[in-house]
C-alpha cells in the first residue's frame, strides 16, 4: 500500500526567503504527484501537479520530481507572509483516482 | 462558479447518534470523495464515489456509508457516532483523476 511521508513537520522561513518542501513514496508505479495548501479553516487547493522527471516552474514555485529514487520536493521563492499554510504532498495509489495524501508540512513564513 | 460546498460547517452530536454530512457541487463532476482530517495525519480516504450509485471504499470506511443519487450531491452517513469519529471532514469532486476540488469542510465533536 501507497506510504507517502513529508519533512519537515514545520518550516519557519524569513519573508523572502526560500522553503523547501521534501516528501518520498513508496510506490514505485506511482504516475501523478500534487501539491495541495490549506489556509487555517479553509479546505486544500491544488497548487501544482508534476508528472514527469525533472522540474517544473510555475511563478515562485519548483516542483521537482526523481522517480527512482521516489522522491519530490517543492521549493517557494521569495516565500511571502501569505504562503504560511499547511502544504500537502499526494500521490496516485494505483487507482488514478485515488490520491494518498502526507501528513503535511506546515509553513511559517514571518516578516 | 466553480465551487464544492458542505454542510453543516459544525456539528456536535452525542455518542451513539446518527450523523448526516452533506456536499454538492456545481461542476458536473463525476468523481467525489469523502476525507477525514486529523492532526498530524494529513488526509485519509473514506469513500469515493465514480458517479451515481457507483461507490467504493477509501482507505478507512469502517463506520461510515454514503449515498449517491444525484450526480451533483454525495452524502456521508454515520450510524451511531462514536467519539473517535470526532474529525474535520472533507468533500472534494474531480474531473476523472484530474484535479480535486474541496470544500470548506465539517467540523464534526461527538460528546
Known amino acids: 500500500q501507497q506510504k507517502v511521508q513529508q519533512s519537515p513537520e514545520s518550516l519557519i522561513v524569513p519573508e523572502g526567503g526560500m522553503a523547501s518542501l521534501n516528501c518520498t513514496f513508496s510506490?514505485?508505479?506511482?504516475?501523478y504527484f500534487w501539491w495541495y495548501r490549506q489556509h487555517s479553516g479553509e479546505g486544500p487547493k491544488a497548487l501544482m501537479?508534476?508528472?514527469?522527471?525533472g522540474d517544473k516552474k510555475e511563478g515562485r514555485f519548483t516542483a521537482h520530481l526523481n522517480k527512482a529514487s521516489l522522491y519530490v520536493s517543492l521549493h517557494i521563492k521569495d516565500s511571502q507572509p501569505s504562503d504560511s499554510a499547511l502544504y500537502f504532498c499526494?500521490?496516485?495509489?494505483?487507482?488514478?483516482?485515488?490520491?494518498?495524501f502526507g501528513q503535511g508540512t506546515s509553513l511559517s513564513v514571518v516578516p | 462558479d466553480m465551487k464544492v460546498t458542505q454542510m453543516p460547517r459544525y456539528l456536535i452530536k452525542r455518542m451513539g447518534e446518527n450523523v448526516l454530512l452533506e456536499c454538492g457541487q456545481d461542476?458536473?463532476?463525476?468523481?467525489m470523495y469523502w476525507y477525514r482530517q486529523d492532526p498530524g495525519l494529513g488526509l485519509q480516504l473514506i469513500y469515493i464515489?465514480?458517479?451515481?450509485?457507483?461507490?467504493s471504499e477509501g482507505d478507512i470506511p469502517k463506520g461510515y456509508r454514503v449515498s449517491r443519487k444525484k450526480r451533483e450531491h454525495f452524502s456521508l452517513i454515520l450510524d451511531s457516532a462514536k467519539t473517535n469519529q470526532t474529525s474535520v471532514y472533507f468533500c472534494?469532486?474531480?474531473?476523472?483523476?484530474?484535479?480535486?476540488?474541496f470544500g470548506p469542510g465539517t467540523r464534526l465533536t461527538v460528546l
Open positions: 464515489s465514480y458517479d451515481v450509485d457507483s461507490n
Open positions: 501537479s508534476i508528472f514527469s522527471n
Open positions: 499526494a500521490v496516485t495509489s494505483s487507482s488514478f483516482s485515488k490520491l494518498v
Open positions: 461542476m458536473s463532476h463525476e468523481t
Open positions: 510506490d514505485r508505479n506511482s504516475q
Open positions: 472534494a469532486s474531480s474531473l476523472g483523476d484530474a484535479e480535486q476540488f
